[in-house]
């Protein structure tokens, strides 16, 4: 038993990995994930911002509203905007505990964290990551070079997938630009850029700048949308 338990902690999924945030190369342990973001990631003033939620603990089907001030985000950097601690039905059966944390949090053990993740970048900088994916879509993406914003969540490994639903709304918590359902990443796993620019993934959410824009009635460097994300639980 002990040979089994050892193997299957040394699957690729569950693997120690590096922290999702931009700039950090912290080497994190999957039951250690939430204690690596309250104690180098958490924003100590983000409890007084309205809507910046940086640790929230949720249910299935609870919506969170988070502010984004796109136009003010690091550019080619992986930030993240918030903490959702996601309380499971079976916790046990579905994900290993969140280990060594402080003792206001004590309460979130058995909750998986879930990461609110953005990047601002550029279809040209993704495409270079992958000289096939240039050669394929050059031409489809040619009028597009412009500024690309990309949303997704991960979180440590689960036994079974979890699906979440991202919304963006102006500021008046209307217009809708789309709303989609995305599966929660393992943030150990890589996938391949090409995948994301051909589509075919089940994870990330993208919208240019002008789709933003026109949200906004314009845009401009302050102008912000709300995103409105919530965990759904397992896929059926």
């Not at 026109?214 to 302050?222: V, Y």
Request: glycine share 6%; proline share 5%; charged share 20%.
């Amino acid at each position: 038993m002990e040979e089994s338990a050892s193997s299957e902690e040394s699957t690729p999924d569950k693997q120690a990995a590096v922290c999702p945030v931009g700039d950090c190369q912290a080497v994190v342990k999957h039951t250690h994930l939430l204690r690596h973001m309250i104690s180098e990631h958490l924003d100590p003033r983000a409890g007084a911002l309205p809507f910046q939620l940086r640790l929230r603990e949720v249910t299935s089907g609870q919506r969170t509203l988070l502010m984004l001030t796109y136009r003010q985000l690091v550019v080619d950097h992986d930030q993240c905007l918030a903490v959702l601690n996601w309380s499971s039905d079976s916790p046990f059966d579905l994900m290993e505990p969140q280990l060594d944390l402080p003792p206001c949090h004590q309460g979130l053990t058995y909750h998986l964290p879930v990461l609110v993740m953005v990047c601002r970048t550029t279809w040209k900088a993704l495409l270079r990551q992958d000289v096939e994916a240039v050669a394929r879509n050059s031409r489809d993406l040619a009028s597009e070079w412009g500024t690309v914003y990309l949303l997704w969540l991960v979180s440590p490994y689960t036994r079974r997938a979890i699906y979440a639903n991202l919304a963006v709304l102006n500021s008046q918590l209307q217009g809708i630009v789309r709303r989609n359902r995305r599966r929660v990443r393992n943030f150990a796993s890589r996938m391949p850029i090409s995948q994301f620019i051909n589509g075919l993934d089940p994870f990330f959410v993208s919208l240019n700048e002008d789709q933003l824009d026109e949200l906004c009635d314009g845009g401009g460097d302050h102008s912000s949308v709300f995103l409105e994300v919530t965990i759904v639980g397992e896929g059926q």
